[in-house]
């Protein structure tokens, strides 16, 4: 699933402290992945796994935040997400069963 997220950024944010703040605010989620506005990444770099894709950007033109995210609708959307909850509820590594590309259809 590809999702395109707009917002206002606040007067006078740069882009390089929207992009580090994202980073470190997904520093400790192991599912999370963010890049930057020049990344080449699409829904087929996250097909089969629990990985969440995230593209930072800002116009400073405008002042416009946009976020593109890409799921699997499969994995992170339902059964990943699923069984990361379960893994965090029983005391597992959070990765547990989720650290291998899935099935090929």
């Known amino acids: ?3 395109c997220l707009y917002g206002r950024a606040v007067p006078g944010l740069t882009y390089g402290q929207l992009l580090e703040a994202y980073r ?5 989620n192991v599912f999370v992945r963010i890049f930057d506005r020049t990344a080449s990444v699409g829904t ?3 097909r089969g796994s629990n990985y969440c894709n995230l ?3 800002l116009d400073e033109r405008t002042g416009m935040v946009r976020i593109i995210s890409h799921i ?3 994995m992170k959307g339902q059964a990943g997400s699923a069984l990361q909850n379960m893994n965090l509820l ?9 650290d291998r590309p899935g099935a090929y259809p």
């Open 55 to 57: 593209i930072v950007d």
């Open 90 to 98: 029983f005391g597992l590594p959070e990765t547990m069963g989720l």
């Open 44 to 46: 087929a770099h996250v």
């Open 1 to 3: 699933i590809l999702s």
């Open 24 to 28: 470190a605010f997904h520093r400790d």
């Open 72 to 74: 699997d609708n499969l």
